[in-house]
T-cell receptor, first 111, second 113 residues
Framework: TQLLEQSPQFLSIQEGENLTVYCNSS?????LQWYRQEPGEGPVLLVT?????EVKKLKRLTFQFGDARKDSSLHITAAQPGDTGLYLC???????????FGGGTRLMVKP | KAGVTQTPRYLIKTRGQQVTLSCSPI?????VSWYQQTPGQGLQFLFE???????NKGNFPGRFSGRQFSNSRSEMNVSTLELGDSALYLC????????????FGPGTRLTVT
């Protein structure tokens, strides 16, 4: 069973601060996805990374896939209240297999 | 393009009853997956359907079942409800078979009393 551990579980910061969320596993994933979920809604896909060492940027969000494809990180620069939500990483072990989700990082950005 | 829709949004049932949840995927998406989300266990994969066939299955008891229709719409059924089945049930659709990038619906909040 592939497991994905996210850290930290909770994060409360002030607007304008930077933060990094980590997603780690002992297993190799063929791809890794990041989602954001807001209360009362389903998760929304932010990005998919597939190549070891890959870095993708989405405005103030930077996603990195580890060289060995076992871990990933999400860095947010100058966080804003609109970034508040539950951030989930999800790994696909083999193409065509099910997604394994991490436990999530609940982020609150205070104005 | 309309997103994934799920009905009903909220449901209250009693222990021992059964429940059926419905999901309509994004037009053109043929893969539908179901997930259970709880505060304690997080988001857990239930099963995936593609072309009316169950392709992948998570580690849930047989009380959880599903099906997919020829128009890709899917239903999930839970029989003999237990208190621990209280959760947010999420449906997600994808273009290709075997998960890929998931587009989630808003979920059905099931409360078992």
């Amino acid at each position: 069973t592939q497991l994905l551990e996210q850290s930290p579980q909770f994060l409360s910061i002030q607007e304008g601060e930077n933060l990094t969320v980590y997603c780690n596993s002992s297993s190799v994933f063929s791809s890794l996805q990041w989602y954001r979920q807001e209360p009362g809604e389903g998760p929304v896909l932010l990005v998919t990374v597939v190549t070891g060492g890959e870095v993708k940027k989405l405005k103030r969000l930077t996603f990195q896939f580890g060289d060995a494809r076992k871990d990933s990180s999400l860095h947010i620069t100058a966080a804003q209240p609109g970034d508040t939500g539950l951030y989930l990483c999800a790994g696909e072990a083999n193409a065509g297999n099910m997604l394994t989700f991490g436990g999530g990082t609940r982020l609150m950005v205070k104005p | 393009k309309a997103g994934v829709t799920q009905t009903p949004r909220y449901l209250i049932k009693t222990r021992g009853q059964q429940v059926t949840l419905s999901c309509s995927p994004i037009s053109g998406h043929r893969s539908v997956s179901w997930y259970q989300q709880t505060p304690g266990q997080g988001l857990q994969f239930l099963f995936e359907y593609f072309s009316e066939t169950q392709r992948n299955k998570g580690n849930f008891p047989g009380r959880f079942s599903g099906r997919q229709f020829s128009n890709s719409r899917s239903e999930m059924n839970v029989s003999t409800l237990e208190l621990g089945d209280s959760a947010l049930y999420l449906c997600a659709s994808s273009l290709r078979q075997g998960i890929g990038e998931q587009y989630f619906g808003p979920g059905t909040r099931l409360t078992v009393t």
